[in-house]
């Protein structure tokens, strides 16, 4: 079974950074692309930033130039970093992951999610 676990949420004034970490465990063959999502009360959950296997990467406009994503193959682990954070950004972040088990299954998981609260 695939299983996602993230770290690295929290409190932080405007304009600070945090680190987001989620790292993949099981049996898996391969990871095709592993990305961050957010989402806060009655809306729907949101790209933030996603990457590929190659390394291609995509971002939320709101959060360009700000936010940066970055992918361990070997550790199969995913981090965004963000940087000069807003209020509006408040959210419970999810990581996603997507590939193949042994099996040649697709799998598609996502994490339990961690807040991130931008506030002074």
């Known amino acids: 079974q695939v299983q996602l676990v993230e770290s690295g949420g929290g409190l932080v004034q405007p304009g600070g950074s945090l680190r987001l970490s989620c790292a993949v465990s099981?049996?898996?063959?391969?990871?095709?692309?592993m990305g961050w999502y957010r989402q806060t009360p009655g809306k729907q959950r949101e790209l933030v930033g996603r990457?590929?296997?190659?390394?291609?990467?995509i971002y939320a406009d709101s959060v360009k130039g700000r936010f940066t994503i970055s992918g361990d193959n070997a550790k199969n682990t995913v981090t965004l970093q963000m940087n000069s954070l807003k209020p509006e950004d408040t959210a419970v972040y999810y990581c996603?992951?997507?590939?193949?088990?042994?099996?040649?299954?697709?799998?598609?998981?996502w994490g339990q999610g961690t807040q991130v609260t931008v506030s002074s």
């Open positions: 099981g049996s898996i063959f391969r990871i095709n692309a």
């Open positions: 996603n992951a997507q590939g193949l088990i042994p099996s040649l299954r697709n799998f598609d998981t």
């Open positions: 990457i590929t296997l190659g390394g291609s990467t």
